[in-house]
T-cell receptor, first 113, second 114 residues
Framework: DQQVKQNSPSLSVQEGRISILNCDYT??????FLWYKKYPAEGPTFLIS?????DKNEDGRFTVFLNKSAKHLSLHIVPSQPGDSAVYFC????????????FGPGTRLSVLP | DGGITQSPKYLFRKEGQNVTLSCEQN?????MYWYRQDPGQGLRLIYY???????QKGDIAEGYSVSREKKESFPLTVTSAQKNPTAFYLC?????????????FGSGTQLSVL
């Protein structure tokens, strides 16, 4: 059973609009969450993170929101740009030392010019 | 420039053949990881190593083997026992093991079966 879910395999958005990518998790012990962005045939690159003591973290055009009670987080990209077209992975980890990240299946974002 | 180098970028395996994927990092990171990516699936952990000369199985270790003789290097061997090896393989590292230490990834190796 997947512990980290990204239920939308793909998303298309017009350039300049907001992109909202969603992630749900089942393990209440997850305490730290990251978003990675991946272009085809390349390795993922870190985008933004959030820990469970916060409900929002912002970095430029990227904002991550965390709703612990719903076990849900979302990544907002405003405004969306064609270069944002990529696969976005959500990852989660517990709070203990040495725990590994669990990745979701990814959402492919296409930003249309 | 510090980073993680994976080679080769593309690799083909014949039936019954073992192949080895290289991963080298010059980030002075203690922990290294191997993930496998299949279409429509997340990154699944094959093996990881938290320190030199030590490694642990991840979620899908069957048919794979690793070694960690040097801090910088963590090669992955895909053995003939791995019946479905076609996938994109990613090596990653991180400095420590605290939860907020993010992973850094290499550019990946695409393995295909001939």
């Amino acid at each position: 059973d997947q512990q980290v879910k990204q239920n939308s395999p793909s998303l298309s958005v017009q350039e300049g609009r907001i992109s909202i990518l969603n992630c749900d998790y089942t393990n209440s012990m997850f305490d730290y969450f990251l978003w990675y962005k991946k272009y085809p045939a390349e390795g993922p690159t870190f985008l933004i993170s959030i820990s469970s003591i916060k409900d929002k973290n912002e970095d430029g055009r990227f904002t991550v929101f965390l709703n612990k009670s719903a076990k849900h987080l979302s990544l907002h990209i405003v405004p969306s740009q064609p270069g944002d077209s990529a696969v976005y992975f959500c990852a989660a980890s517990g709070r203990n030392y040495g725990q590994n990240f669990v990745f979701g299946p990814g959402t492919r974002l296409s930003v249309l010019p | 420039d510090g980073g993680i180098t994976q080679s080769p970028k593309y690799l083909f395996r014949k039936e019954g053949q073992n192949v080895t994927l290289s991963c080298e990092q010059n980030l002075n990171h203690d922990a290294m990881y191997w993930y496998r990516q299949d279409p429509g699936q997340g990154l699944r952990l094959i093996y990881y190593s938290q320190i030199v000369n030590d490694f642990q199985k991840g979620d899908i270790a069957e048919g794979y083997s690793v070694s960690r003789e040097k801090k910088e290097s963590f090669p992955l061997t895909v053995t003939s026992a791995q019946k479905n090896p076609t996938a994109f393989y990613l090596c990653a590292s991180r400095k420590g093991q605290t939860p907020n230490e993010k992973l850094f990834f290499g550019s990946g190796t695409q393995l295909s079966v001939l």
